[in-house]
């Protein structure tokens, strides 16, 4: 007899989340993060490095969507998950003009009842991200 593996609850919350950003339901990922969540990103690329609050996090997404005019696609690579984190894999690619960014996101998350408080948010080519979205 085989077992089928189940997916961790956190790990699938995850997946909704980042099946909302990819449909460009910024307000449906944002449910999923308490009030006072807190995402880091890489500095240098014009962004804040720290963004706070739900407020803070749609203006993350918000900067992606109009930087990249809207061609923003993450496809989930791998999601593990646990009681207390989550980590995601993401392949991002986007187009401006000429312009192509094509990249691997690690994602690391806590997780507590309230959804994802702390984010870390690590493209694997720091310098093309900041190129693209500075």
Known sequence: MSVAP????NAARMREV???VARGDIATALQHFPDDVVWFTPAGGGGEGVYRGRD???RFFG????????T???DVDEVLGSDDH???FLHITARRGDDELDVTVAHFATAAPSGFTRNWFLPDDVA??????G
């Open 128 to 133: 093309a991200w900041n190129r693209f979205f």
């Open 6 to 9: 189940t997916e961790h609850p």
């Open 86 to 88: 989550v980590v995601i």
């Open 56 to 58: 803070g996090l749609a």
């Open 63 to 70: 900067r992606l969507a109009d930087r990249s005019n809207g």
């Open 72 to 74: 923003m696609r993450p």
């Open 18 to 20: 980042a099946g909302s």
